[in-house]
Nanobody
Framework: QLQLVESGGGLVQPGGSLRLSCAASGFTFNTYAIGWFRQAPGKEREGVSYISSGGETNYADSVKDRFTISRDNAKNTVTLQMNSLKPEDTGTYYC????????????????WGQGTQVTVSS
């Protein structure tokens, strides 16, 4: 039973920070890549960042230099540190898992969490 649970979302003002966490269970965590995705109402889901099983990372251009992804294999968690938040960062954020290398393509992921809401507004 592979399970992913996101936490850490909330309401923040532009320029503020949030730290999202993805807690994993039910599989060999260190063999999977973990990605973060987001979706605003009426828009398609988009890739934000990923970290591969070997530790390689990647970011969408829209969040590069503001967001940082990391993983703690001992705790089976992945963290997305989000700084300098903008209103366009608003949306539901999901973590997802797939074997091996990461990708920002949503269709390549097998398992998904339930999502956590992030709202950036003054």
């Amino acid at each position: 039973q592979l399970q992913l649970v996101e936490s850490g979302g909330g309401l923040v003002q532009p320029g503020g920070s949030l730290r999202l966490s993805c807690a994993a269970s039910g599989f060999t965590f260190n063999t999977y890549a973990i990605g973060w995705f987001r979706q605003a109402p009426g828009k398609e889901r988009e890739g934000v960042s990923y970290i591969s099983s070997g530790g390689e990372t990647n970011y969408a251009d829209s969040v590069k230099d503001r967001f940082t992804i990391s993983r703690d294999n001992a705790k089976n968690t992945v963290t997305l540190q989000m700084n300098s938040l903008k209103p366009e960062d608003t949306g539901t954020y999901y973590c997802a898992a797939r074997i091996g290398l990461g990708t920002l393509q949503t269709r390549r992921y097998n398992y998904w969490g339930q999502g956590t809401q992030v709202t950036v507004s003054s």
